[in-house]
């Protein structure tokens, strides 16, 4: 039997790509293996957003360079396949295979052409107009399941290599989105995450044509879902719906992730992110306003270029406006295609691991803060697994802050995608610690 490995770098986008890959090949006859040693076909599904990510693969395929030959083939799928295309070849000549996602839906047939004795194949055409659909999918958590509702980026911020990489925005129909939905239930998923690089921007092709506040409704009314959570919301496309949806359904996870990128007008133009300060602002408010508690965490660069300390500081200033549940921050990589290449005013190397110091202590010191507070609260959790190390279940709240906790019979209570109620005792900057308080109630 032929066996496959695959190596997953990059964001949730990739990681359920991935899974539908995976389903695709064992569809095709392969088994998947835990270690490329043992595979016939290794595999590597690739990220470009920083210099750092993309120069990850390489130095994997430098390690397993020497075992190519006796049919063993090496692939590059992803964000780095697409930008680098050819030149993949070029700069790692026992790689056989390279496909962006955009060409996923060609897989089975690429992987043929291999096995038939193609040296090289490629998969890089980026006008889909479709998105990637297979029944075949191998889901590695098996509570939450990922559904991808749309494809590709039509933005076209200064930094970002993504509207290269993933192409054109697409939606998928609503139906099929359902339908995925309402199976995956039936298999005992609890929980449906909706991801795409700009979920904001659904729009469902077919005649219903609902916008992205409906299609979270309607989801959430399936029945055996606890939890609906999306991934990523772009400030631009943020509506106030949105907030009426989650206040006006509990499975909906009061959870919002929209990313700013910077707190100054300025830096946010040549971002060419297409909203200001306070656009930005008036979103938040209508978060903080809803009924439901709503949790805010944020995407943000350090040293853009021509990013002044009074920039930073206007980011600092933000983060003690807004307090943000957290915060994922980055020091600006200059990506290949971007608009920003041709910015002047790069910040030195040192300058940005300064702000990024600066600007992650001031966010740990607003963390501890704002989970100190959830202290004596009755949260529910969502048991992921027991840590044996420290006798703790993990698992995640709605807000989506971990978790740790104890129960009486520790591991033989066996909580493993049980709903429970934790009371917390204790609260750290990233996550917080309480007791089992017995079974959440249902929703
Ligand atoms: N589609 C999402 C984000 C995709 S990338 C959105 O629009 O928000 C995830 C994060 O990586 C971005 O929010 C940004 O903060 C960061 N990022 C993207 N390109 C980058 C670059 N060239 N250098 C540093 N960080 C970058
Ligand atoms: Fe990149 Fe901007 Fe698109 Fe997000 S919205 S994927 S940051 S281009
Ligand atoms: Fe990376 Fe591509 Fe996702 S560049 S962050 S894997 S869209």
């Known amino acids: 039997m032929k066996t496959f490995y695959i190596e997953t770098f990059g964001c949730q986008m990739n990681f359920h790509d991935s899974e539908k890959v995976a389903g695709t090949l064992a569809a095709l006859g392969y088994r998947e293996v835990s270690r490329p040693e043992q595979a016939d076909l290794v595999l590597y599904n690739t990220c470009s957003i920083r210099d750092k990510a993309e120069q990850k693969v390489f130095s994997r395929l430098r390690e397993h360079r020497r075992e190519g030959g006796n049919g063993k083939r090496f692939g590059v799928l992803g964000c780095v396949a ?6 993949v070849f070029e700069r790692a000549p026992h790689v056989s295979l390279v496909c962006g996602s955009a060409s996923y839906g060609r897989l089975a047939e690429l992987v043929a052409r291999l096995e038939a004795g193609e040296r090289r194949v490629t998969g890089l055409e980026l006008d889909a107009e479709s998105t990637f659909e297979t029944p075949y999918t191998r889901r590695e958590n098996p509570y939450r399941a990922y559904i991808t509702i749309i494809e590709g980026c039509d933005k076209s911020c200064a930094y970002c290599v993504v509207p290269f990489t993933r192409g054109p925005e697409r939606s998928r129909m609503s139906g099929a989105i359902l339908e995925e939905a309402r199976r995956l239930a039936g298999e005992g998923y609890t929980e449906i995450q909706l991801l795409g690089q700009n979920v904001t921007r659904y729009r469902d092709p077919s005649p219903a044509g609902w916008d992205f506040a409906t299609l979270l409704g309607r989801v959430a009314e399936i029945e055996g879902i606890r939890r609906v959570r999306f991934m990523t919301s772009h400030p631009r496309d943020f509506v106030a719906e949105i907030v009426r949806a989650i206040d006006a359904n509990e499975r909906l996870c009061n959870h919002v992730h929209l990313p700013v990128q910077s707190g100054s007008t ?29 949790a805010i965490t944020t995407d943000i660069i350090v040293g853009f270029p021509g990013e002044t300390e009074q920039d930073f500081e206007e980011t600092l200033r933000l983060l003690d406006e807004v307090e943000y549940d957290a915060l994922f921050s980055f020091k600006y990589s200059p990506r ?39 202290v004596g609260e009755r949260q529910e959790v969502l048991v992921e697994r027991y840590n044996p190390a420290t006798g703790q279940w993990v698992g995640h709240s ?46």
């Open 82 to 87: 697409q930008q680098e295309g050819e030149r």
């Open 336 to 374: 290949p295609n971007t608009a920003a290449l041709a910015l002047d005013g790069q910040v030195p190397e040192e300058e940005k691991s300064r702000r990024l110091v600066i600007l992650q202590e001031k966010q740990r010191s607003i963390q501890l803060r704002r989970n100190a507070r959830l």
């Open 398 to 443: 709605a807000e989506n802050r971990t978790v740790n906790f104890t129960s009486p019979g520790g591991a033989a209570d066996a909580l493993g995608g049980r709903y429970v109620a934790v009371r917390i005792t204790r609260a750290g900057p990233n996550s917080l610690v309480g007791e089992w308080r017995g079974e959440a109630e249902g929703r």
């Open 266 to 294: 300025r830096v946010l133009r040549r971002m060419q992110r297409l909203y200001d300060r306070e656009e930005y602002l008036e979103r938040i408010a209508w978060i903080k306003a809803a009924r439901r508690r709503i």
